[in-house]
């Protein structure tokens, strides 16, 4: 076999020295992250003649930072996006619902460097005039909310947030917000409605959070990681960190590897890891020795990967697009030669199904469509035909609805088909048309 | 044929035995003063609608309907906009459940590496089929949605509190034990692998248990 050229996007990683998790011990507590010189790129945003409103937004825009939760939004233009101050109250939600299968890397920053976040979000308040930011945490990280709110009193015990923030004129607060099992939270609209003490139904966009956003107020909402760059880019410089990494996709990157590899975790590299090197350096291989069969790169919505597909193929959104993937959160589950790819969709499905949220016709009866035929086909009950009806439902339900849990319900769907068909056609009857039911008279 | 809906939650016939009786159905001064602390926290009363389940969850047990209007009255918000929370979120308690809640992540990264045989294993031990209780009032199962804990998966959550992670079935045998013995598993810290080779593994030095990170048991087989 030809030898594929292969490139990392992530430069020399081995040397790579992390920045979001590094290795402090109780870097959770305030007085170690002080001693580490956190809080120092807030005190030089509030008190330094470097910096306004403006240049912070400019500095995250031209960072390259784009958003870690999934879409990949270019953050520092999300920002810019919210209105000119007026009197209203303006809000700045942090997203830590973290409910995509397979991603688990959010709570490993609340964990272990929450001031980290915290200030991330102090200087977004900054640069957006925000007068409060929600923390949606899931309600099943309870541990890790009361474990928040402990650091977070801390940090307005000792003036970092709260009323004249350092003695200066600047104010905004932190309120932590416990969410209580649902998917559909992770959705930046539905998120809102929670917030508000409502079924989390998405809403149709336009408007836009940064128009009509919780409360009926500009908001913008990015997802923890995201923030928690920021102070990196304040204390670095934004070119430090174009220079990490994917050069369209800039910046440290946590990686959530689980599944059949010797060393699943949470790991901080540069953006752009080879997927090769992730699961067979970073996480020492593949357990037992197995063949590795395929990748889903990002969480349970991004489209699964055979074991060929990814030879070269790098953890960035452009490089995974060519392939006919998505970078997602970063959350990537690997798969040895034994997994049932049908067994497996057919979870997947469920899921979906659970967790629709019951708002648009197309998902809440597409999703238990889905899960319906492909159950019939891992029975051993289906046939081809089920196949074909199923790429169709995939067809009637993508872009059909509010937001885009149909898409992600119908993704796994079309391209686990599409990339394991032989296996699924090997669990179908082998007829086309289900004789048994002709009646001939 | 039935229709393919999502789940539709309608609340469940709640035994006469375990209703509230009215003169428990009472919040404190203190427990008021916490309802109007976290309505505090937001611009509109509806915002503290989550919290206040969550609290009334944790005093009475579970949300009949008679608990979704005591919080919805001390908040001043309307009893449907709290039922409708209260119907629409996993984590909310709709019946009695056991002392302690087994919840299983079943989804696809445990699912490949034995959730579903961790499962098993309970249902076998207990003598109960996921969503029910235990004759004695102890132990609840459930298979539930991604819990973000992967990397350490199968794993599992005791009543909406502290997680268990790389489960095994002795492991399993042992928690069992341990609760019925009324022992809570410990807060558990897992780091990241990088961790281990840069700082011997250990984050906190006030976790109650850190657990540095640990291969994972064999994967049992899929589901």
């Not at chain 2, 789940?7 to 309802?35: M, R």
């Not at chain 2, 341990?178 to 984050?203: A, H, I, W, Y």
């Given at each position: 076999m030809e030898q594929k050229k292969v490139e990392s996007n992530a430069g020399n990683w081995k040397e790579y020295t992390r920045v979001l998790l590094p290795p402090v011990r109780d870097l959770h507590r305030l007085d170690v992250y002080e001693k580490q010189g956190g809080y120092s790129a807030l005190r030089s945003v509030l008190k330094g003649d470097k910096w306004d409103p403006k240049s912070v937004g400019d500095a995250v825009k031209s960072s390259g930072l784009r958003g870690r939760g999934g879409a990949a939004f270019n953050a520092g233009l999300k920002w810019s996006f919210m209105p000119p101050v007026d009197e209203r109250p303006r809000y700045l939600c942090c997203n830590g619902d973290e409910s995509e299968p397979g991603t688990f890397k959010d709570r490993q920053l609340m964990e272990y460097n929450p001031h980290l976040v915290f200030e991330g979000i102090l200087i977004a308040a900054y640069s957006m005039s925000i007068t409060t930011t929600f923390i949606y945490v899931r309600g099943e990280y309870a541990d890790w909310i009361k474990h928040m709110e402990g650091e977070l009193k801390k940090a307005y015990d000792k003036g970092f947030v709260g009323k004249n923030i350092m003695g200066t004129d600047f104010s905004t607060d932190i309120v932590i917000h416990k969410g209580a099992g649902a998917y559909i939270c992770g959705e930046e609209t539905s998120l809102m409605e929670s917030l508000e003490g409502k079924r989390a139904y998405p809403r149709s966009k336009p408007p836009f959070p940064a128009a009509y956003g919780v409360f009926g107020m500009p908001t913008t909402i990015n997802n923890v990681e995201t923030l928690a760059c920021v102070p990196l880019i304040i204390d670095r410089g934004a070119d430090w960190f174009a220079g990490i990494g994917a050069k369209t996709h800039a910046g440290p990157l946590l990686y959530g590897i689980s599944g059949h590899v010797n060393r699943p975790g949470v790991y901080e590299y540069p953006s752009g890891m080879l997927m090769t090197d992730l699961i067979y350096d970073v996480c020492k291989g593949m357990r037992g020795g197995k063949k590795l069969k395929a990748v889903v790169p990002g969480g349970s919505s991004t489209p699964v990967l055979r074991a060929d597909m990814i030879e070269g193929v790098c953890m960035d959104s452009d490089s995974l697009r060519a392939v006919g993937s998505m970078l997602g959160t970063g959350g990537m589950l690997v798969m040895d030669e034994d997994t049932d790819m049908v067994k497996w969709l057919r979870r997947v499905s469920h899921f979906y199904h659970h967790e629709s949220c019951g708002q648009c016709t197309p998902c809440r009866e597409g999703t238990g469509w889905l899960e319906d035929l492909v159950g019939k086909i891992d029975d051993g009950e289906g046939n081809l035909r089920d196949l074909d009806i199923l790429i169709d439902l995939c067809y009637q339900m993508e872009g059909r609805t509010v937001c885009a849990l149909a898409d992600a319900a119908a993704w796994p769907v079309r391209y686990t088909i599409d990339r394991f068909r032989s296996e699924f056609e090997a669990k179908c009857r082998a007829s086309h048309v289900a004789t048994g039911d002709l009646q001939i008279a | 044929?039935?229709?393919?809906?999502?789940?539709?939650?309608?609340?469940?016939?709640?035994?006469?035995?375990?209703?509230?009786?009215?003169?428990?159905?009472?919040?404190?001064?203190?427990?008021?003063?916490?309802?109007?602390?976290?309505?505090?926290?937001?611009?509109?009363?509806?915002?503290?609608?989550?919290?206040?389940?969550?609290?009334?969850?944790?005093?009475?047990?579970?949300?009949?309907?008679?608990?979704?209007?005591?919080?919805?009255?001390?908040?001043?918000?309307?009893?449907?906009?709290?039922?409708?929370?209260?119907?629409?979120?996993?984590?909310?308690?709709?019946?009695?459940?056991?002392?302690?809640?087994?919840?299983?992540?079943?989804?696809?990264?445990?699912?490949?590496?034995?959730?579903?045989?961790?499962?098993?294993?309970?249902?076998?031990?207990?003598?109960?089929?996921?969503?029910?209780?235990?004759?004695?009032?102890?132990?609840?199962?459930?298979?539930?949605?991604?819990?973000?804990?992967?990397?350490?998966?199968?794993?599992?959550?005791?009543?909406?509190?502290?997680?268990?992670?790389?489960?095994?079935?002795?492991?399993?045998?042992?928690?069992?034990?341990?609760?019925?013995?009324?022992?809570?598993?410990?807060?558990?810290?897992?780091?990241?692998?990088?961790?281990?080779?840069?700082?011997?593994?250990?984050?906190?030095?006030?976790?109650?248990?850190?657990?540095t990170y640990q291969t994972p048991p064999v994967a049992g087989a899929v589901e």
């Open positions: - | 044929m039935s229709g393919h809906g999502a789940e539709i939650v309608t609340l469940p016939k709640i035994n006469p035995a375990d209703a509230i009786p009215a003169d428990k159905l009472v919040f404190t001064a203190e427990e008021k003063a916490q309802l109007q602390e976290y309505k505090s926290r937001y611009p509109e009363a509806e915002g503290a609608v989550m919290r206040g389940l969550w609290f009334a969850q944790e005093k009475f047990g579970f949300l009949p309907p008679e608990v979704i209007r005591l919080v919805a009255d001390e908040l001043g918000i309307e009893y449907a906009r709290a039922y409708g929370v209260a119907t629409f979120y996993t984590q909310y308690y709709k019946q009695k459940m056991g002392k302690y809640v087994l919840d299983v992540c079943t989804c696809f990264s445990c699912q490949v590496c034995g959730g579903y045989d961790m499962l098993h294993h309970l249902e076998e031990k207990l003598g109960i089929k996921p969503g029910e209780t235990t004759d004695d009032g102890l132990f609840s199962i459930q298979g539930v949605e991604c819990l973000g804990a992967c990397g350490s998966a199968p794993m599992l959550q005791v009543t909406n509190g502290p997680y268990v992670f790389n489960l095994t079935e002795d492991k399993l045998d042992a928690l069992v034990d341990s609760l019925r013995s009324g022992k809570m598993p410990p807060f558990t810290s897992v780091t990241l692998p990088q961790d281990e080779e840069e700082m011997g593994g250990n984050r906190r030095s006030d976790a109650a248990a850190v657990a």
